[in-house]
């Protein structure tokens, strides 16, 4: 069985589980350059792979600029170079630093979260605790009442 060369928006939509709107949008940036026949846009393999590759690098925090530079790159080659691969090693550096800085961030509000939760707990406690002695002074007192 040989393996489909051409696709539609709508199979790429589909298959990436995207809207056909993204599709046009990656289009219009220039990170993607269906053929046209008439108003049909036709999208080779070589898009397919791109739309698998931007899609990844936005789960990895990739800007759309970020993508277009590093095809841009490989463009300039049939197999990639140097340039391209230490481009792509800075943004990576680049996104790794961010992923700590976000890991560290989260740490802390985590550990806010975790002090603020205490003293609110620590707090109440007090309260249920003086109140519990007021009904306690109040059902003494009440009790002694009856005596007399």
């Not at 846009?41 to 899609?55: E, M, N, Y």
């Amino acid at each position: 069985m040989t393996e489909k060369k051409t696709f539609s928006i709508s199979e790429l939509a589909s298959e990436f589980d995207v809207t056909t709107r993204s599709i046009r949008f990656y289009e219009d940036q220039g990170l993607l350059k269906p053929t046209r026949r008439g108003q049909t846009r036709i999208f080779s393999t070589k898009d397919k792979v791109r739309l698998k590759l931007i899609l990844r690098g936005k789960r990895m925090g990739f800007s759309l600029a970020e993508t277009k530079e590093t095809f841009d790159l490989w463009d300039e080659t049939l197999t990639g170079n140097e340039k391209q691969l230490l481009k792509m090693l800075s943004i990576l550096d680049k996104k790794r630093a961010h992923i700590e800085q976000q890991k560290a961030d989260i740490a802390m509000a985590e550990l806010e979260i975790n002090t603020r939760e205490a003293h609110c707990r620590e707090a109440l406690a007090e309260l249920q605790k003086k109140k519990q002695q007021q009904e306690s002074t109040i059902k003494q007192s009440g009790h002694t009442a009856e005596q007399s």
